[in-house]
């Protein structure tokens, strides 16, 4: 894919659909150079599954390949 969203990608409702959906994560992260990481609150860093996503893309990836920002600050457009 060419955008991968965690929030739409992964079921957030079904708990199996949900597990196997971060079981895949190193997949998709392995082919991906960069990891752009929006959040909403400060509690984006206190869920396991978000810190697992985090620290997989850092074994992969050096730290400058990853931006996060909080959400609000953002304006985004994607034309794809």
């Given at each position: 894919p060419d955008v991968f969203l965690d929030k739409?990608?992964?079921?957030q409702v079904d708990p199996a659909l949900k597990q196997r959906g971060i079981e895949k994560l190193p997949a998709f992260?392995?082919?991906s150079q960069y990891m752009l990481a929006l959040y909403s609150d400060s509690t984006y860093l206190q869920k396991m599954w978000t810190v697992y996503e985090v620290a997989?893309?850092?074994?992969?990836?050096?730290?400058?390949?990853?931006?996060?920002?909080?959400?609000?600050?953002?304006t985004m457009v994607y034309s794809g």
């Amino acid at each position: 894919p060419d955008v991968f969203l965690d929030k739409t990608c992964i079921h957030q409702v079904d708990p199996a659909l949900k597990q196997r959906g971060i079981e895949k994560l190193p997949a998709f992260l392995s082919s991906s150079q960069y990891m752009l990481a929006l959040y909403s609150d400060s509690t984006y860093l206190q869920k396991m599954w978000t810190v697992y996503e985090v620290a997989a893309f850092l074994a992969l990836r050096p730290s400058r390949n990853m931006i996060i920002c909080e959400l609000s600050s953002v304006t985004m457009v994607y034309s794809g």
